[in-house]
């Protein structure tokens, strides 16, 4: 699976560019992801706005993002297409992350929630 | 540009024929000449589906301008028959079509022969939902059906040696093109997986259902026309289809195996209908089913609903569901699910939506009949369910605790959770605490419900149970079925009876005239000459027409005592060869009814019953005096013509076992005479009709109940002081109907005299026979009969399903009819 990567301050935005995430390209979807996070990284923000349609299997590799991290970083979302968004809300993970329509506007926010973190 | 500039659709047979000829071209490919008359039921039945389908999307716009409070009917069964025959009887062109067929050179009749019967149900619950589609349009109300699309129907049955065989029913090879599949409305349902544990932002518990697999649900509508044509409704049935992009990506990878494995795994969910009409315990399929019907359905309403309002407060102000029978339960947890976890409304907000819009009809009297689903099933299928009704549990204990302190007993009773080696969920608890109203089926049923069956939960909400006795459509079983009885009764009382039921008691002045009761009486002879072709086609048994037609036709089942009716025939039988008894009119017994597959005494006394008709029918003493007749495959497009023929109608369960009955109704209806138990409905016939008009004989429920507590029933107290008994029992022990396979029936000599007889066939025997005596003599009483199945005829308004689906509306579903 193609994962565009790019660093705006010390957030990195990770855009998967298939359309779908299912159990066919999952596991290689965690691995790019667990691999970033070894790499040090630890607030990200995933731009979802290709996906078209994520299963069960894709979502539990967002999760086991926000185990892998352990309370010691950050993970946001943006660009969640309305059916996208209809699979988190039935299996809850709505709650559990913060959603922005935007990679810009979820940027500025995860900035002045780091510094809120600092101080 | 819309659709309406195009013109409304005509009906004359001119019209009719364009129709017909554009789809034998346009559709079919076919040319005139070319046609078979399968090519011609297709064509009538794309050329209704257009008219239906006009009147649909007026019925709709109606709605919507409206914004119409709507009924959901949810059911695991719909027993619908065939379509064509009350498609042109509701649209009122049947003539017109008659006359557009004929100028063609066809025969209707011979087009409707093509259609097979859409067989998504066992019997009186699945056609109770059937007709009740059919009121609901008839009476402009705003009423849905949803269930499952079953590829395989309800088994065909084949008689081999007197042995029921199943065959499988395919129906949809067959099915006439009425339903539109509408893809673009699909589902995706999740299954299976697992509860994640996990906090949420605020710190808060968050339950995460993952790991789930998808089924896609893809509905399929049927237009329902109600009588007069001015409102279509539809019956939406959800087949299941594996999720395609799931599967294409398998297939890609190159594991084309798996690939179909899964594909076959998905489409499993709708492929059969589970033949048997009590539950099957644990059977993951059917649990998978149940869910299926009740995520696609409140998806779906809850879509529609959603586009034209905001938020849920008004939600059951608009939308009603009602759940037939405890199969669609799961209904309270799905609806908690997608209001609490989708739509992040508070636990008693959504609970408060959900009882305001849930409602549960109740079919079952035996207790131990009583859905129930292991709770280590629950986890594995529908995880976040199991949760979600732990904590409706929970909060509902905690309130009876209140109210009743110190009774730990009550709480065991009412628990949605049944404990013991195995822990299971109490399904129809789950219905009741889950909604606002609680019925039963018949006066008796719904009084029984409240103090036997569930008398805590009628301690606890009283207001919540009622009672709403079931009902006929007219439509299809007079109307459509009995054409002849039908004209006579128009021509006499007026057509306003198609509508109104009531309207029938204008025939109670003409009950004794002779004139009438002779057109009355030609009517069932020919009827009966029709029956008796159709018993000469499938069974190669010649009957007379002048016979005495007495028929019990419902499933096979102990309760409702088949076994009964055929200890009577022997006892008939012995009086004739042993006593020199010499009736002065021939009888006819008829049975009809399927077996569940699995349930083996069942099957048994249907080979009883062949077994007896062959020592019958080969015995020269009887002079054919006595005929039994089992014709196979009972089904609604068979019982439209086996009905009409009755004189005598069998409704002989074991008092206090069946909740209702309908077939009661419908004989009655069609001028046949009741042989009943105070049982069911048959108690508000006997209302209805007067004492003078039925025959009602044995125990009562009192009686019965009351015998079974105090342990006093003998049956070898029944077998050793009546000769008559005794001389029929001795019958199954002495292999006299099975001379060539001898102990073939000794079970029965066993299972009535030594283990118990549950159903209290002795106890019932000599009553019942006595009832047939009464029967009989008034039965050579010509005029007297006669009057009797009038006045049957004229009383009968009660129990058509108009006034029951009017009932329902107003006083459950708060529904308003949109002219």
């Given amino acids: 699976m193609k994962i565009e990567a790019e660093t705006i301050d010390d957030i990195l935005v990770l855009t998967p560019c298939d359309p779908i995430i299912d159990a066919s390209s999952a596991a290689d979807f965690k691995g790019q992801l667990v691999t970033w996070i070894q790499e040090g990284n630890t607030r990200i923000l995933l731009d979802l706005s290709f996906i078209e349609f994520i299963d069960s299997s894709g979502l539990g590799a967002i999760i086991s993002l926000l185990k892998l991290l352990a309370g010691k970083g950050d993970i946001c979302l943006c660009g969640i297409r309305d059916q996208v968004m209809s699979l988190f809300k039935l299996t809850r993970m709505d709650r559990i992350f913060r959603f922005y329509s935007s990679p810009a506007e979820a940027v500025e926010a995860m900035k002045v929630a780091g510094i809120k973190a600092e101080d | 540009m819309d659709s309406n500039a195009l013109e409304p659709l005509k009906n004359d047979p001119n019209s009719l024929r364009d129709s017909l000829f554009r789809h034998l071209k346009y559709s079919l490919g076919k040319e005139f000449h070319s046609k078979t008359i399968r090519d011609v039921y297709l064509a009538l039945t794309l050329s209704l589906r257009d008219r239906l389908l006009e009147k649909l999307l007026e019925t709709e716009a109606r709605y919507q301008a409206a914004d119409a409070k709507r009924l959901y009917y949810l059911s695991m069964e719909f027993l619908i028959g065939r379509s064509l025959g009350i498609n042109l009887t509701n649209l009122d062109i049947f003539d017109a079509c008659c006359t557009a067929l004929m100028d063609m050179g066809i025969d209707l009749e011979e087009v409707r022969e093509q259609e097979t019967d859409a067989a998504l149900g066992n019997g009186g619950l699945g056609r109770l939902a059937a007709c009740f589609l059919d009121s609901l349009a008839t009476l402009d109300y705003p009423g849905f059906g949803y269930g499952i699309h079953y590829e395989y129907g309800l088994f065909r049955q084949e008689i081999n040696n007197g042995y ?53 649900g893809v509905p399929h509508d049927i237009p329902i026309v109600g009588y007069g044509a001015k409102t279509v409704n539809y019956l939406r049935l959800y087949a299941a289809k ?101 739509h992040s409304l508070e636990w008693e907000a959504a609970w408060n939506i959900t009882q305001k819009t849930l409602a549960y009809t109740n079919h079952t009297l035996l207790s131990e009949a009583l859905e129930k ?83 805590d939960f009628f301690a606890r909400w009283p207001e919540r149970f009622n009672n709403k006795t079931n009902g006929i459509t007219q439509r299809r079983w007079l109307l459509k079925a009995n054409p002849l009885l039908a004209d006579l009764l128009t021509e006499t009382v007026g057509s306003e009876w198609i509508t109104d039921l009531t309207r029938l008691q204008g025939l109670e002045p003409f009950a004794n005239d002779p004139a009438f009761q002779d057109r009355f009486r ?51 039988y012995f009086r004739i060869i042993e006593d020199g008894h010499e009736p002065a009119v021939p009888k006819t017994y008829i049975f009809a009814g399927k077996a569940a597959p699995g349930y083996w005494a069942a099957k048994q006394i249907i080979k009883l019953i062949h077994s007896v008709g062959d020592v019958i029918h080969k015995d020269r003493r009887v002079k054919d005096r006595l005929k039994v007749v089992f014709i196979p495959d009972y089904r609604v497009s068979l019982a439209e013509k086996i009905i009409p023929a009755a004189e005598v109608s069998e409704q002989i369960s074991t008092a206090g076992t069946e909740a209702s009955g309908t077939g009661n109704m419908k004989f009655a209806l069609n001028g046949s005479l009741t042989i009943g138990t105070l049982d069911g409905a048959n108690v508000e016939m006997l209302e209805e009709v007067g004492e003078d008009n039925i025959y009602i004989f044995g125990l009562k429920t009192r009686e019965v109940q009351e015998m079974k507590q105090a342990g006093t029933y003998r049956p070898l107290n029944y077998y050793h002081e009546h000769d008559s008994i005794r001389r029929m029992m001795d019958a199954f022990w002495d292999n006299r109907f099975c001379p060539q396979e001898p102990g073939l029936f000794r079970w029965l000599y066993h299972h009535i005299l030594e283990k118990g007889d549950h159903y209290f066939h002795l106890a019932d025997f000599l009553s019942y026979s006595r009832i047939h005596e009464a029967v009989y003599s008034d039965y050579l009483k010509i005029p007297v009969w006669n009057r009797k199945a009038i006045l049957n005829v004229a009383r009968m308004g009660k129990f058509s399903s108009d006034r029951t689906i009017s009932e329902y509306a107003r006083e459950i579903w708060g529904l308003t009819p949109v002219h």
């Avoid at chain 2, 084309?256 to 315990?281: C, G, H, M, N, W």
């Avoid at chain 2, 779906?300 to 034209?308: E, G, M």
């Fill in chain 2, 373 to 455: 689903w292991p709770v280590g099933l629950l986890e594995h299928v529908l995880p976040r369910h199991l949760q979600i009704i732990y904590e409706i549990n929970h909060r509902f204990l905690g309130e009876i605790a209140v109210l009743w302190p110190d009774d730990s007993d009550r709480l065991n009773r009412m628990s949605l959770i049944e404990e013991g080696a195995e822990k299971q969920v109490r399904m129809a608890h789950l219905a009741i605490i889950g909604s606002h109203s609680v019925n039963g089926v018949s006066a008796l049923h719904t009084d029984l419900i409240k103090t036997s069956l569930v008398p």
């Fill in chain 2, 242 to 342: 594996p999720s395609s992009d799931f599967d294409i990506q398998i297939f890609n990878a190159g594991d084309y195996f798996r690939a179909v494995e899964q594909k076959i795994k998905s489409e499993t969910v709708s492929k059969i209908l589970y033949p048997s009409d009590t539950f099957d315990t644990g059977k993951e399929l059917r649990l998978v089913q149940e869910y299926f019907l009740v995520a696609c359905s409140l998806r779906d309403i809850i879509r529609r609903y959603l586009k034209t309002h905001q938020g849920f407060d008004g939600f059951p102000d608009k939308v009603n569901i009602q759940m037939n029978d405890t199969h669609p339960a799961l209904a309270v947890a799905e609806l908690m699910r997608i209001l609490v976890d989708e």
């Fill in chain 2, 522 to 572: 030609k009517i069932k002879k020919a009827n009966k000459e029709n029956l008796g072709k159709i018993i000469y086609q499938t069974t190669r048994l010649k009957i007379n027409p002048d016979s005495l037609f007495d028929i019990h036709a419902k499933r096979i089942h102990e309760y409702k005592r088949q076994l009964l009716n055929v200890m009577h025939i022997i006892h008939e």
């Fill in chain 2, 164 to 216: 029921q065989k199943e065959k499988p029913d395919h129906w949809l090879s067959k099915a006439g093109p009425f339903q539109i599949e509408r893809t673009e409305e699909s589902c995706i349902i999740p299954l299976y997986g697992r509860i994640e544990h996990g906090l949420d932002l605020d710190g808060n518990y968050n339950p995460m259902w993952v790991d789930w697999r998808v089924i896609l």
